[in-house]
Nanobody
Framework: QVQLAESGGGLVQAGASLRLSCAASGRTISSYAMGWFRQAPGKEREFVATISWGGGSTDYADSVKGRFTISRDNAKNTVYLQMNSLKPEDTAVYSC????????????????WGQGTQVTVSS
């Protein structure tokens, strides 16, 4: 079992930056692809970013490409999401997830999920 715990969310103004962290416990995530997803009120959960187990491959949703960066530190069993130039439409609960297979944009491809951290961007 892998337990995931997100942190780093908060309330910021448009244009600001935040760095989310996802700390894993219970098992090393060095062999897992990791992903970040978000869910706004009344909307479906949507893909944000994913990174391969070694960090050599990443993929981003078009809506965040060029503003968000996913990274990982396997020695710390942690994955990060650096979010720059935040917009009000980025407001959502952000969750990280672990996937025993390859990087994926698909929610059902992920085996373990964290509880999420709230990000609110005011205009």
């Amino acid at each position: 079992q892998v337990q995931l715990a997100e942190s780093g969310g908060g309330l910021v103004q448009a244009g600001a930056s935040l760095r989310l962290s996802c700390a894993a416990s219970g098992r090393t995530i060095s062999s897992y692809a990791m992903g970040w997803f978000r869910q706004a009120p009344g909307k479906e959960r949507e893909f944000v970013a994913t990174i391969s187990w070694g960090g050599g491959s990443t993929d981003y949703a078009d809506s965040v490409k060029g503003r968000f960066t996913i990274s990982r530190d396997n020695a710390k069993n942690t994955v990060y999401l650096q979010m720059n130039s935040l917009k009000p439409e980025d407001t959502a609960v952000y969750s990280c997830a672990a996937n025993r297979g390859r990087t994926s944009r698909i929610v059902t491809a992920y085996d373990y999920w964290g509880q999420g951290t709230q990000v609110t961007v005011s205009s």
